[in-house]
């Protein structure tokens, strides 16, 4: 068996007001004076920039934001951030928002460091050394990105999706406030949510770490299924299958704010450590070509990559829908199985998650460019249960899916 380890931020902070409590105490730590937000206009019409700067002014930290950033950025906004981030020559940055922003912080991060482009740092393991000190604040429950290792943008010029991947990118503090979601829209917390079960699912039913694929001289933040990433997961799971369509139903039900942010962090603290695997493999070329939100675009594929993947995942599939609430008619393993895929697929339906990729104005002459992307991310195939062995194989479950 080989060894395995478990990486998060550098440390958490978790409960209501978190921003208020800790945010000052995070830039103490980091002797920090001056600070660069990373953020959108959203975010800065709904006030909650406000509760970000007002601790900082109370330390006396100077501070300067950039609120341009857009859903699934592109490269171009990436370097405008950068720019902008050098200018302001900050001691720290802080991400604030959903996953575009913190990831996108996290780039403005990495560039800081060790200049060069986005893009030539895309891939796994290829960031040399730390970045500059980065917090992350999010305000939806979904990507997990306040504690991952993983940076999202979009290579517009390829219309794919690409990742940076590495343990550098870790925030130096995470801070996750559930109250500062409560202002998000049903479709956000619903494409945010669906994100963090496909993080949970994905990461507890991954290749197990004992027969991790990786070829001899890579390197990377993945490691394949273990004890620690599965108990991280069991709870994300739990925690969605309480709370998203109540959060969904009535954004203002703290409770549930608290269980779908709690489920976001532990579902990236899961797939940060085991890995994502062919469900985001094949969303890339779809959000990069229709630019479908992430989560949306990772729910919809959810339930038919699973299916793929069932013949490998029998007992997992089984539990999850355990996990779930289901109360299943049989009393098999592969009964209580469907029954899992059944539960996943009316909780996408009752979220409004969408459900064919024709619905987000997929053509059914981009599969096969799609399926010839999805099967070129080696990263990510090997951290699948059943690997594909073709483009072919990508291209049905696409076609299934269509």
Not at 9 to 34: I, P, S
Not at 51 to 77: I, K, W, Y
Not at 104 to 133: E, F, N, Q, W
Request: hydrophobic share 45%; charged share 20%; net charge negative.
């Amino acid at each position: 068996m080989r060894t395995w380890s478990f990486s998060s931020a550098g440390a958490l902070f978790f409960g209501r007001n978190a921003v208020q409590v800790h945010l000052r105490d995070a830039c103490e730590r980091l002797g920090a004076k001056r600070a660069f937000i990373v953020t959108d206009a959203v975010l800065v019409r709904a006030g909650i920039l406000a509760q970000v700067t007002e601790p900082l002014a109370a330390l006396g930290v100077a501070f300067e934001s950039f609120d341009r950033v857009t859903p699934e950025p592109g490269v171009e906004l990436v370097r405008e951030c950068v720019a902008a981030a050098r200018a302001a020559a900050p001691d720290v940055v802080i991400g604030l928002g959903g996953g575009s922003n913190m990831d996108t912080a996290k780039l403005v991060s990495m560039i800081l460091a060790h200049g060069g482009d986005p893009l030539d740092y895309a891939g796994d393991c290829r960031v040399p050394g730390p970045v500059k000190p980065l917090v992350c604040v999010p305000t939806t429950a979904g990507t997990g990105s306040e504690v991952s290792a993983a940076a999202v943008f979009t290579d517009t010029a390829n219309h794919i999706k690409v990742s940076c991947l590495s343990p550098f990118l870790r925030p130096a503090f995470a801070i996750v406030d559930p109250l500062l979601t409560v202002s998000c829209p049903p479709k956000v917390t619903a494409d945010s949510g669906i994100d963090a079960l496909t993080h949970a699912i994905e990461g507890f039913c991954a290749v197990h770490n004992d027969e991790f694929p990786l070829p001899s001289g890579e390197k990377t933040v993945y490691q394949g299924k273990n004890p620690m990433a599965d108990l991280m997961a069991r709870e994300a799971i739990t925690l969605v299958g309480r709370f998203l369509r109540r959060a969904v139903r009535d954004g203002s039900d703290l409770e549930a704010r608290d269980g779908m942010a709690l489920a976001a962090t532990l579902g990236g603290l899961a797939f940060s450590n085991a890995g994502v695997a062919l469900v985001h493999a094949m969303e890339y070329p779809v959000g990069g070509a229709v630019h479908v939100s992430h989560g949306a675009g990772n729910g919809l594929l959810l339930p038919f990559v699973m299916r793929f993947n069932l013949h490998h995942r029998v007992e997992q599939t089984a539990v999850i829908g355990e996990w779930l609430g289901v109360r299943a008619g049989g009393h098999g393993t592969m009964e209580y199985a469907e029954a899992a895929l059944r539960e996943i697929e009316q909780l996408r339906a009752d979220t409004g998650i969408p459900t064919r990729l024709r619905d987000i104005g997929v053509k059914e002459e981009m599969l096969p460019g799609f399926a010839a992307k999805a099967f070129a991310i080696k990263r990510l195939m090997r951290v699948n249960p059943r690997m594909p062995q073709s483009e072919d194989e990508i291209l049905g479950i696409y076609r299934a899916a269509f």
